[in-house]
C-alpha cells in the first residue's frame, strides 16, 4: 500500500505527457523500484497489464486511486498555522489529489479571522463544529511538540479518525484512529547519515 501513491504520482507524471500505455519497466524506473515489484503489486487488484503493450495509463489511475479510497474529495483540518501550518494551507497539491482543505485551525486569537488560501482561519475551540459541519474525517498536526498531543486529542474526541501529524512527538491515540507521523528534523538527520557515509567512503585526496 506504501508504494501505491508512488505509483500513483508516476502514472499522473505520464498522463500529463498524455501517454496512452506504460511499461511495467519504465513504471518500475520511475517509482525507484524493481519490474517484477510492480508487476506483482498490481497483480494483487487484477490483471490490468496486456503483455507486449503493458498498461491501460488512464484506467490504471482509476483503479489505483479507487484502493486508495480517492474518487471523492476527503475534507481535511489543518490545526496550526505557524509556517508549517501556512505552507501546507497554500499547498496546491492536496487540492489536485483529491485533498480539500475543509477548514484552518488555530489557538491564537489574533490569527482567527484571517484567511490563507480562501479559507478562514477558525478557533481552536470551534474544532467539533467544524467536524461535523464540513465533515473532516482526516486531521493535520502543524502544531509545536508541546501542543500536539492536545490537538490529537481534541481531534479523536471531535470525530476525526485519521491524523497526519508533523509535530516532532510521539502522539498517544486510540487504537481505531489512523496516524502517520512525518518528523522532519528525522528525514534530513537520515539524509545527513547518508552523506557522512559517502564522505567517508571517498578516497582521500593529496
Avoid at 510492480?38 to 503483455?51: A, M
Avoid at 489529489?97 to 475551540?125: N, W
Avoid at 474525517?137 to 479518525?161: D, F, H, K, L, S
Wanted: charged residues 20%; hydrophobic residues 45%; aromatic residues 6%.
Amino acid at each position: 500500500m506504501a508504494r501505491l501513491p508512488v505509483y500513483l504520482r508516476a502514472l499522473q507524471d505520464v498522463a500529463d505527457e498524455e501517454l496512452a500505455t506504460i511499461s511495467s519497466e519504465r513504471l518500475a524506473e520511475m517509482a525507484g523500484v524493481n519490474a517484477a515489484k510492480v508487476r506483482k503489486d498490481l497483480s494483487y487488484f487484477g490483471s490490468y497489464g496486456t503483455r507486449g503493450v503493458g498498461y491501460d495509463v488512464d484506467y490504471l489511475l482509476f483503479q489505483i486511486r479507487r484502493e486508495l479510497g480517492l474518487t471523492h474529495d476527503w475534507p481535511c483540518v489543518i490545526v496550526g498555522m505557524g509556517n508549517l501550518g501556512q505552507a501546507l494551507a497554500n499547498y496546491a497539491g492536496f487540492r489536485e489529489r483529491g485533498f480539500t482543505i475543509g477548514a484552518l485551525v488555530d489557538s491564537d486569537k489574533s490569527k482567527v479571522g484571517t484567511e490563507i488560501g480562501g479559507v478562514a482561519i477558525s478557533h481552536l475551540d470551534d474544532l467539533p463544529k467544524l467536524v461535523t459541519s464540513k465533515q473532516i474525517t482526516i486531521g493535520v498536526i502543524a502544531t509545536p511538540a508541546p501542543a500536539a498531543q492536545e490537538v490529537a486529542t481534541r481531534m479523536v474526541t471531535a470525530g476525526i479518525t485519521s491524523i497526519l501529524n508533523f509535530a516532532p512527538t510521539v502522539i498517544a491515540v486510540p487504537e481505531e484512529v489512523s496516524v502517520r507521523k512525518v518528523d522532519l528534523a528525522v528525514e534530513l538527520q537520515i539524509l545527513s547519515f547518508y552523506n557522512e557515509r559517502r564522505s567517508s567512503a571517498l578516497p582521500a585526496s593529496g
